[in-house]
């Protein structure tokens, strides 16, 4: 394996451990969300995203300019490295087979999420040899590109922004809060660090 590939495939670990620590901050940032402003998004049916750099909120979550443009997303054809890896993988695991469930369905989503590297971690555990070429870095980077992507979606939620937040973040949240749905937050439903310094 190239040093180049042996950084990247480091890279992936790190940004795999710093998407387990965001998900786990986001549960905890959401349970506190919920009970203080949950009620005002059930009234409105709705989930909000914020972009950190601009403030701006929106409802779904922030996607690639590119994505926006396409309105009808095409079926993208996988990359024939991914597709022959995965085929390997799949015959090795399939339940029909005797294989394992779990490990059948993790490959699966590896490979329906691009995730070329998950699937070269199956390759070594199932002992499958596969040869890895220069050009599959850049299906490697990709790996790491969709994890970066997931974890700014995180940190974009306005549960994150909120529990993340410094005081002036928390009340700069809730201001852009009630500018988008229009309502006045109660203040007996601010938390109670909030409301010790109003």
């Not at 299906?139 to 549960?159: P, R, W, Y």
């Not at 749905?181 to 909030?194: A, F, Q, T, V």
């Amino acid at each position: 394996m190239s040093r180049s590939l042996k950084k990247i495939t480091h890279k992936y670990e790190f940004l795999k451990l710093e998407l387990e620590e965001v998900k786990e901050e986001l549960e905890e940032y959401l349970s506190v969300w919920t009970k203080h402003f949950g009620k005002y998004f059930a009234q409105k049916k709705s989930e909000m995203w914020v972009n950190e750099e601009t403030g701006e909120m929106r409802e779904t979550p922030p996607v690639d300019d590119e994505e926006e443009e396409i309105k009808k997303p095409k079926k993208k054809q996988k990359p024939q490295k991914l597709k022959k890896l995965y085929k390997k993988l799949s015959t090795y695991t399939h339940p029909d087979k005797g294989g394992d469930v779990e490990d059948f369905n993790a490959i699966k989503k590896s490979y329906e999420e691009e995730d070329f590297l998950e699937l070269l971690k199956f390759a070594g555990l199932y002992q499958i040899d596969f040869e890895l070429e220069e050009e599959d870095e850049l299906l490697v980077e990709q790996s790491c590109t969709n994890i970066q992507k997931e974890i700014q979606t995180h940190k974009g939620s306005m549960a994150y922004a909120f529990g993340s937040g410094d005081i002036q973040k928390k009340l700069a949240v809730i201001q852009m809060l009630e500018q988008h749905l229009g309502i006045e937050i109660k203040k007996e439903d601010y938390p109670k660090e909030l409301l010790d310094l109003l």
